[in-house]
């Protein structure tokens, strides 16, 4: 897992400053228009560029940064992951029911009720904090399987993608763990940078970070990627091969002699006719 590469990957590419831009202004735009919902088309469009960075890494491509040049295509990539990360996160709408029964028992004044009504939110907040790590532990997982054919089906493989996280937990964890720590320190840096240059350079520094962070945390499920495949992975840890298929014969066609000729000798030039 080389985690510097995932950091400075993209200034190898000779464009990568018009590339980033592009992506820090799609973002920009993105975050003003969310008010009326329109931004959310510009980042699944940046969430359909990052699936095919993942591609691109974990196909060992040497310049893995994309072009800018498939806006239609990556805003299908990107709503269909984002279908995928929505179905992950829905049995935390189960847990929040409770905790909304809980928060209701609690507006008593005093009594059991009370009591009960706080030990059910507790209990409730503990399960979706469980349940949040389960799912950014499981994030590499569905979105490598996603980016194998681009099915909403294949990023809800459960018992697959959970046999190849459990396997792998180890740099897993570390993708999982370098991303959040990353992003925040980035962000931080950024927003007192932005500050400095009296607020209005927020305008450039956050959405230029967003970009970079993102391409580092695909460059690194790339990376998973291409190291720890995730196909056919049981429950015990063996990849189980896909038998080659034996191409058909090519058709010979069958070739009729050509008629053998007695070789010219001088007798048949006297020979009269």
Same mark, same amino acid.
């Given at each position: 897992?080389?985690?510097?590469?995932?950091?400075?990957?993209?200034?190898?590419?000779?464009?990568?400053?018009?590339?980033?831009?592009?992506?820090?202004?799609?973002?920009?735009?993105?975050?003003?228009?969310?008010?009326?919902?329109?931004?959310?088309?510009?980042?699944?469009?940046?969430?359909?560029?990052?699936?095919?960075?993942?591609?691109?890494?974990?196909?060992?491509?040497?310049?893995?940064?994309?072009?800018?040049?498939?806006?239609?295509?990556?805003?299908?990539? !990107?709503?269909?992951?984002?279908?995928? +990360?929505?179905?992950? =996160? /829905?049995? $935390?709408?189960? %847990?929040? @029911?409770?905790? *909304?029964?809980?928060?209701?028992?609690?507006?008593?004044?005093?009594?059991?009720?009370?009591?009960?009504?706080?030990?059910?939110?507790?209990?409730? !907040?503990?399960?979706?904090?469980?349940? +949040?790590?389960?799912? =950014? /532990?499981? $994030?590499?997982? %569905?979105? @490598?399987?996603? *980016?194998?054919?681009?099915?909403?089906?294949?990023?809800?493989?459960?018992?697959?993608?959970?046999?190849?996280?459990?396997?792998?937990?180890?740099?897993?964890?570390?993708?999982?763990?370098?991303?959040?720590?990353?992003?925040?320190?980035?962000?931080?840096?950024?927003?007192?940078?932005?500050?400095?240059?009296?607020?209005?350079?927020?305008?450039?520094?956050?959405?230029?970070?967003?970009?970079?962070?993102?391409?580092?945390?695909?460059?690194?499920?790339?990376?998973?990627?291409?190291?720890?495949?995730?196909?056919?992975?049981?429950?015990?840890?063996?990849?189980?091969?896909?038998?080659?298929?034996?191409?058909?014969?090519?058709?010979?066609?069958?070739?009729?002699?050509?008629?053998?000729?007695?070789?010219?000798?001088?007798?048949?030039?006297?020979?009269?006719?």
């Amino acid at each position: 897992m080389d985690i510097g590469k995932a950091i400075t990957f993209f200034t190898e590419d000779e464009r990568w400053l018009e590339k980033l831009a592009i992506g820090a202004g799609l973002g920009l735009i993105s975050v003003l228009l969310s008010p009326v919902l329109i931004g959310v088309v510009g980042f699944l469009i940046i969430a359909g560029y990052c699936v095919r960075l993942l591609q691109n890494v974990r196909d060992g491509n040497s310049q893995p940064l994309p072009e800018w040049n498939q806006w239609g295509e990556d805003l299908i990539r !990107g709503f269909k992951l984002a279908v995928v +990360s929505v179905v992950w =996160a /829905l049995p $935390t709408l189960v %847990f929040y @029911i409770p905790m *909304a029964i809980g928060g209701a028992m609690t507006d008593n004044q005093g009594g059991a009720v009370e009591t009960i009504g706080s030990l059910i939110l507790a209990c409730g !907040g503990c399960l979706v904090f469980l349940y +949040s790590i389960a799912v =950014a /532990l499981m $994030t590499p997982g %569905f979105t @490598i399987a996603y *980016a194998r054919d681009e099915e909403i089906r294949s990023g809800l493989q459960l018992t697959e993608i959970w046999n190849w996280t459990r396997q792998h937990l180890g740099p897993v964890a570390i993708v999982v763990i370098v991303y959040i720590v990353g992003s925040g320190i980035a962000f931080l840096v950024a927003g007192l940078v932005g500050i400095i240059l009296c607020g209005i350079g927020l305008l450039v520094t956050l959405p230029a970070i967003g970009i970079a962070t993102s391409l580092a945390q695909y460059h690194l499920y790339g990376q998973l990627a291409r190291e720890f495949p995730l196909s056919g992975v049981t429950s015990s840890g063996i990849v189980t091969p896909v038998s080659p298929v034996t191409p058909a014969s090519p058709y010979t066609p069958t070739v009729t002699p050509d008629p053998v000729v007695a070789p010219y000798t001088e007798n048949d030039s006297n020979t009269p006719v």
